[in-house]
């Protein structure tokens, strides 16, 4: 099968289009055949080895795994003798390693079905970053009906999500992004929202119950400011932290500075789940969620969707289609 491989960490110049072995799917895996992948950051995160951090986990001199690409789409094309929720022919998406490739395996509690209502190139923009807002709304930030959220980062792959799924928990949603996408956020649901460009959300006119932070790497006292004496922060991530541990330390910093103050401040680490996928499906069909999708490319031009997401100009997501 086609994949789109890397040998060495680096820029999208590492990778390459090149022909590798179908996987075979273990008693517990579905094979899916691939029809569409979401680009996320953490691809890039993986491709470059960026921060230094994440080489500990995933291979100290290359990726363990050479196939970049975690989100997926697609068709089942066989199922391992444990799997009992899915069989050949079956619509899903979800999460696997090694999506960009015209077929992956995935752990049978890391997919669900596509949701009717969306194309695969929808639901494959959704597993990640989707969950990760869910998660960060919903478990992290405990956000009650009635409050007042505000989302940094709101016009990308997660805030997107993010202001759509605040307004499904109730809330007052303010979305903070740059010029270009103000009328993106506001078509998406947002109540109010703050060009950074220009404006500060921070200078005290106003205070929310829940931060979910996911772009901009402000420091914490910043994002206290704008957080009222008993809200809650959830750090999500953001881009251009250092090369050795990335936003890593604001998170730490956070959880460390919490027990003493009103507020409460958080890190999230998302994980992926069929029960999650499965509501979000569910909202997707409904029509309450609709992904946000700037740019489809061939798999061949991975490189190409990747330096696309990762300059930060995509409204909403990126995705490949194979
Ligand atoms: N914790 C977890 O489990 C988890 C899971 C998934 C992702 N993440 C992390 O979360 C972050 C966001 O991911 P993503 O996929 O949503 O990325 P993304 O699609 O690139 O979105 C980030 C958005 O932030 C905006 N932005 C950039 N600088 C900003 C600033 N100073 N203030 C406000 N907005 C700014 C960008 O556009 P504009 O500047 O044009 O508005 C962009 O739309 C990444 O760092 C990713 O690694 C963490």
Known sequence: ?????????????????RDVETPVPGDGDVLIRVRAAGVEQGVWHLMTGLPYL????????APKNPIRGREVAGRVEAVGQNVVGFRPGDEVFGTAEGTFAEFVCAKEGKIALKPVNASFEQAAVVPISATTALQGLRDSGQLQPGQEVLIIGAGGGVGSFAVQLAKVLGAQVTGVCSTAKLDLVRSIGADHVIDYKHDDFADGARQYDLILDTAGNRPLSVLRRALKPRGTLVIVGGEGGGRWTGGFERSLRAAL??????????????????????????????????PVIDKSYPLGDAPGAIRHMHDGHARGKVVITV
Do not use: W
Not at 2 to 7: E, H, L, R
Not at 55 to 61: C, D, E, V
Not at 271 to 283: F, M, V
């Open 1 to 17: 099968m086609k994949a789109i491989v890397q040998d060495v960490y680096g820029s999208a110049d590492v990778l390459v289009l």
């Open 54 to 61: 994440t080489r500990a986990f995933f291979g100290f001199k």
């Open 257 to 290: 500075i919490s027990p003493f103050v009103g507020q409460k401040l958080t890190g999230l680490m998302a994980t992926e789940r069929q029960e999650d996928l499965r509501y979000l499906a569910q909202l997707i069909d409904a029509g309450t969620v609709t």
